[in-house]
């Protein structure tokens, strides 16, 4: 590759000798001027870090110092001489004058803070991609969630913990009420019980407030793992399920809001590029540095060649995969611009600089041919590199108008920031009277309620007041100028009267011992320190950007990077499961490529307000109770776990139906009561492993039908079930369409045995993505014929006992409606079934069970 000195033809650092404090002592080292003594200290720690190992074979030349004294304790010369030995080595170099000038252009980017880079942060984990849409996700994320709370629990007994925080969920689930009631320990009582447990098991109240909000989350209970638990997880899934709400995008989202540690992307190869971002070195370039009378788009795009072939060739001698390089400044520079963050014009100008940066990229792999593999565009979190460039990285907002930097002294001060001054021109702004605004004007000489004569007049001398207006520059509330320590013990104990307990207070605050109101002193604050933000939107603050601005951004910017990052979506600690579904479908609407959600930490004094349930029993004892509605109670009956055996003959039916092509027998069996005891499930042309599987299936149900488990807890379990085969179900009168062969199996118990009509699907046009149907419309019910008893009692069964002539009328009336009994004598009862109702005067009456019916006829005559 051919290189030419850009920057470091007559450009150097202006650097300066200073003391900085390292582990245990201070130290000498020259660093550019203004730079803050965090930043000074971050290049620092890189160039201890960095590896000193050179090839075998490399020119002499490229052992010469660059300059006459190490700048940033040596770290960018050793760098760019290293790198540089290696490219002759990979062969990326062909001519020595090559590799000499491309080490000068990098060791002067490093030391002038238009580039950084970092080794790979860590050797390549064994991350887990599962998909969310397949059957092992829902185990793989009880397994991670359970792994979560085995972390979170620290020293406590896991599984005595567990079970206590089990019942803080229970005990919310199964409440009746308003969510809001059923998920306060101060109403609920039984969940006050719950977590008083908990409490004294070892439970912080955090842990019992995400217990509480994951009620009836069943699926986030958490497991035992039963392998080597990967370093993180990274899921995969439709982008338009997870925009829909979807149940497994649901739970991927419940399980980012439990953990803050799941990713979720959109594209396999995302996937597997963000599970390798660990392992690529890493490198940025601050485009805010090239911005002046018009942008340097030649000297930008040649700095981003430099750095992206020095990412090639420090992962290929590192084996760290592919390096990846970042901006840093992008919103900076778009200040600067006078455009505003979450304007269309500001994202289109953003947009236009990565494209830049992936066409120079793409181009400097071209020329490297194949002695390493090509760097590519990224965009991830590295708070160590943003700190050695002084600017955010990626798609980030700015920091603020507001920043830092050091004086001569070596005193820290804040300053208008370069963005802000170059955005004020631009759009023709005064930066003078900007500067007071975010910075104050430095004195209390005309400041609203507390100026000099306010200040004497409450007896602080001219002194006091110097020594509070020399410290504003370095203090960020007015409180901290009047410190004490500042103005002098003496002066505050014998004039404004404090004591020496008053001092030692943390929080003592002179100026309100001397008398000012809050708002008085926010008042000078606002005049003597500013404000600390410029007004309009172009200059908003972080604060002020909105994730939707946020998420337009990324997904302007993402078309022009190789491997994204995971776009980080903040929740509070008090946001619900449910706001992370919501905040995961908008940015999956957004087409973000790869999203993570993470939930804030617990407040330090974040407490719930538990009831007292030891002082409810005393109290309702001696205070009279108001009256009060009714309420239901629910009560637990105890059964006793013995099975209950089938009799030997048994009656039950058979159900022969096709369930999207595929044939189903259900086979019934009752006890002599008509309830439900065992089913037997056959399928014809499956694998034998499936028909197995169904068959011991069918075995497990009737067990727990046999020792006393209501039909309907299955019915509800398994309803709804969803995989293949499935749709239309031909051959039964009442379910017509099923996803599943358990959805369709349970549809028909429900509907045979408990009344669950709700459950029928009888209109074969009403089959939809969820199995259920209209029902019927109003006036289509028509009277049903009398059916011979032989269709519905087994000869065989009764052995005959059942005649032949025997007919079943059909009861018109509804539930809980009086069945009238047929008009004519001899005829059938509609209520018993015998033949045995006689005319008794104005009346029918049957003989066996005494029903009657009006006469009515041509007479007109009534009951």
Known sequence: MRFTRRLSRGQAAD????????????????????WPDARVEAWLDWAEALPSDLPGEYPKALAEAVAADPVLGGGPEQYARRIAAWGCSLGVFTKQTDALAFRDELFTALTLGLAATSPAPAAAADVAIPDIGAIEFAREAAEFAGRAQAHALGEVAVSTLA?????????????????????????????????QAARSAGATDAVIAEAIALAGADDLRGGQSTHAPAARMIVTGSRAAAAAGDPDAALAARLGWRTSGVTLAFDLAD????????????GAVDVLAFEGESFDAEGFTSLVRVVATALAIEAAVSGGGVGRLTLAGASDW???QGLGYGSEDGRLAVAGIWRLVAEAVAGAGEELGEHCTPATTATFDDPELELRLGAPLGAQPWRGAATVAETADGETVRVLSEAAVLGLRKLGMNVEDARAEVLGAGSLADAPAIDHAALKAKGFTDHEIAAAEAALPFVGDLRTA??????????????????????????????????????????????????????????????????????????????????????????????????????????????????RLQRAPAPADFALDIASVEEEAPRRRLEPQAPVAERVVEKVVERARERRKLPERRKGYIQKATVGGHKVYLHTGEYDDGELGEIFIDMHKEGAAFRSLM????IAISIGLQYGVPLDEFVDAFVFTRFEPAGPVTGNDSVKSATSILD??????????????????????????????????????????????????SKGFSRGAAPDNLVFLPFGGRKGEEAPVAKGHGDVCSSCGDLSVVRQGALFVCETCGAQAGLTGDSGAAS
């Open 482 to 595: 009047f410190a004490p320590a500042l103005l002098g013990e003496g002066f505050v104990c014998d004039v404004l009267g404090a004591t020496a307990e008053m001092l030692n207070e943390p929080g003592f605050d002179t100026l309100a011992l001397a008398g000012f109101t809050p708002s008085e002193m926010e008042a000078a604050s606002g005049h003597a320190l500013g404000v600390g933000r410029l007004s309009g939107p172009v200059f908003a603050e972080p604060d002020e950007i909105t994730i939707a601005d946020r998420l337009a951004m990324t997904a302007m910017v993402e078309p022009f990077i190789g491997a994204p990052g995971a776009f980080v979506l903040p929740l509070a600690f008090d946001d619900t499961p449910a706001d992370a579904v919501r905040l995961q479908a908008a940015a999956a609407r957004a087409n973000i490529r790869a999203l």
């Open 15 to 34: 650097v300066e000798l200073r003391t900085v404090e390292t582990a245990g002592s201070l130290a000498g080292v020259l660093a550019p001027k203004g």
């Open 744 to 793: 369709y199996i349970f549809r028909e118990l429900g509907v045979s045995y408990m009344d669950r009509h709700d459950l029928s699907n009888a209109d074969p046009q009403e089959f939809n993505a969820d199995g259920l149907g209209r029902g019927l419309a109003d006036g289509a019910l028509e009277e049903p014929e009398p059916q011979p008893a032989s269709k519905f009692i």
């Open 163 to 195: 079970g206590r925080l089990r019942v803080v969920s229970e005990a919310v689930s199964r409440c009746e009420g308003d969510a809001a009631s059923c998920a306060d320990p101060k109403r609920n009582l039984a969940l006050a019980r719950a977590a």
């Open 334 to 336: 778009l200040v600067a």
């Open 695 to 698: 068959n011991n299936f069918a």
């Open 271 to 282: 996937a597997e590029l963000l599970a390798t971002a660990d392992a690529a070195p890493r």
